[in-house]
Nanobody, 122 residues
Framework: EVKLVESGGGLVQAGGSLRLSCAAS????????IGWFRQAPGKAREGVTY????????YYRGSVKGRFTISSDNAKNTMYLQMNSLKPEDTAVYFC???????????????WGRGTQVTVSS
């Protein structure tokens, strides 16, 4: 059974930082492209960032560029999202996911975590 489990969410003041983790079991992250998505209340899910298989390409949506960093530790089979200079508009449930195809194409994501809440107060 494949499981992706996010952790590290919480409540933080604007300008603060959080690091989200996503631990995988049943798959090896090194074999997949990995990404983070988020969904705010009443809004559609949106892609935040991804890194292609073997780390060749990294993407960040414009609103987080320069503030968020995606990374992975293959030895721990864990991916991370370092979030700095957080803003209230970053408030959302954050999901990690693994893709066996083009990480720019959402349907290629085979596996999803259940999400972790990030709340940024003003």
């Amino acid at each position: 059974e494949v499981k992706l489990v996010e952790s590290g969410g919480g409540l933080v003041q604007a300008g603060g930082s959080l690091r989200l983790s996503c631990a995988a079991s049943g798959i090896t992250f090194d074999d997949y492209a990995i990404g983070w998505f988020r969904q705010a209340p009443g809004k559609a899910r949106e892609g935040v960032t991804y890194i292609s298989r073997k780390g060749g390409t990294t993407y960040y949506r414009g609103s987080v560029k320069g503030r968020f960093t995606i990374s992975s530790d293959n030895a721990k089979n864990t991916m991370y999202l370092q979030m700095n200079s957080l803003k209230p508009e970053d408030t959302a449930v954050y999901f990690c996911a693994a893709s066996s195809g083009d990480p720019a194409v959402v349907p290629t994501y085979n596996y999803w975590g259940r999400g972790t809440q990030v709340t940024v107060s003003s």
